[in-house]
C-alpha cells in the first residue's frame, strides 16, 4: 500500500495516509511531474496507458506521480521517471505550485525540467506512448480536442502558454 503525506496549505507535514484514504477524504498533499526536452527543444509527452485509472489514454507529462512519505519531490520525481520511463537525467527545479479544483484532493505540484533525447523504455503498464511534441502543436492538440491530463494544462499555461 502506498502512503502519502498529508500538508496543510503552506505545504507543511500534517499526517500521513494511504493513497486511497488521501482521495477518499480529500486530503491534501504532493505530486511531482518532470518536463522532458529533447535537443530540438520539443516536450516529450507520455500518453497514459488505458490501464490507469486517473485519466487513461491522456497525454500526460514524461513523468508524474505521488510523492511517498518521507520522499523530497526530486527523490520522487527521480523514481517516477526510472518507474515510468526506465531512465534518469540531471533534474533542474522550475517551481512548485499550489493546484485546486472543485470536489478533488487539493495538492502541491513540483515541476522539474531536464533534457534529454531517450531511448526510454516506458513501462506498458503505465504508459502507453511517448512522443516528442513543439509547444505550438501541443497548443493545437489542446484546442482541437485531443485528451490531456488537467495537471499538465495547468503547468502548461502556469509555464508555457
Known amino acids: 500500500m502506498e502512503y502519502l503525506d498529508i500538508v496543510d496549505e503552506n505545504d507543511?507535514?500534517?499526517?500521513?495516509?494511504a493513497k486511497d484514504d488521501i482521495y477518499e477524504e480529500l486530503l491534501c498533499h504532493r505530486i511531482?511531474?518532470?518536463?522532458?526536452?529533447?535537443d530540438e527543444g520539443k516536450m516529450v509527452l507520455q500518453?497514459?496507458?488505458?490501464?490507469i485509472s486517473f485519466c487513461p489514454d491522456?497525454?500526460?507529462?514524461?513523468?508524474?506521480?505521488?510523492?511517498?512519505?518521507?520522499?523530497?519531490?526530486?527523490?520522487?520525481?527521480?523514481?517516477?521517471?526510472?518507474?515510468?520511463?526506465g531512465v534518469t537525467s540531471?533534474?533542474?527545479?522550475?517551481?512548485?505550485?499550489f493546484y485546486?479544483?472543485?470536489?478533488?484532493?487539493?495538492?502541491?505540484?513540483?515541476?522539474?525540467?531536464?533534457?534529454?533525447?531517450?531511448?526510454?523504455?516506458p513501462d506498458p503498464e503505465a504508459v502507453s506512448e511517448v512522443e516528442a511534441f513543439s509547444i505550438e502543436d501541443i497548443m493545437?492538440?489542446?484546442?482541437?480536442?485531443?485528451?490531456?491530463?488537467?495537471e499538465l494544462v495547468f503547468i502548461l499555461k502556469k509555464y508555457y502558454f
Open 58 to 85: 491522456h497525454w500526460s507529462t514524461a513523468v508524474g506521480g505521488h510523492v511517498q512519505t518521507g520522499e523530497t519531490y526530486e527523490e520522487a520525481a527521480l523514481r517516477e521517471y526510472r518507474e515510468e520511463l
Open 12 to 17: 507543511n507535514v500534517v499526517g500521513k495516509a
Open 90 to 97: 540531471d533534474l533542474l527545479f522550475v517551481g512548485k505550485d
Open 32 to 38: 511531482a511531474h518532470v518536463l522532458v526536452f529533447n
Open 100 to 121: 485546486s479544483v472543485p470536489n478533488k484532493p487539493k495538492k502541491f505540484l513540483a515541476t522539474f525540467k531536464t533534457q534529454f533525447n531517450g531511448p526510454f523504455s
Open 140 to 150: 493545437k492538440m489542446i484546442e482541437n480536442g485531443e485528451k490531456f491530463h488537467p
Open 47 to 51: 500518453k497514459r496507458s488505458k490501464n
